[in-house]
């Protein structure tokens, strides 16, 4: 059974930064994708960022620059830094995996989700 945990969101100031966490267990395939997703009230959940199994990443043009994929194999963790934050980047975040996806940002290419971690930008 693939779990998913993500953590690490909070409030913050525009300006700041955060860096989220998932921790992924029971996932037994060598090859995979690992994104980061968002949703805002309202709003369509959207890809943010996505990362291989070689390290391959993918990010959406609306924070290229401003946020960074990477993991940890060793701890089994998916990590998403994000500085510069926006009142924009105001969402819940969510973890995503599967069997290699391309680094789609599309959700519906993701079997695996987490619970979510909300993130809250002030101006």
């Known amino acids: 059974q693939v779990q998913l945990v993500e953590s690490g969101g909070g409030s913050v100031q525009s300006g700041g930064s955060l860096r989220l966490s998932c921790a992924a267990s029971?996932?037994?395939?060598?090859?995979?994708?690992m994104a980061w997703f968002r949703q805002a009230p309202g709003k369509e959940r959207e890809g943010v960022a996505s990362?291989?199994?070689?390290?391959?990443?993918n990010y959406a043009d609306s924070v290229k620059g401003r946020f960074t994929i990477s993991q940890d194999n060793a701890k089994n963790t998916l990590y998403l830094q994000m500085n510069s934050l926006k009142p924009d980047d105001t969402a819940m975040y969510y973890c995503?995996?599967?069997?290699?996806?391309?680094?789609?940002?599309?959700?519906?290419?993701?079997?695996?989700w987490g619970q979510g971690t909300q993130v809250t930008v002030s101006s």
């Open positions: 995503a995996a599967d069997s290699p996806v391309y680094l789609s940002l599309r959700a519906v290419r993701y079997k695996y």
């Open positions: 990362i291989d199994s070689d390290g391959d990443t």
């Open positions: 029971g996932y037994t395939s060598g090859h995979y994708c």
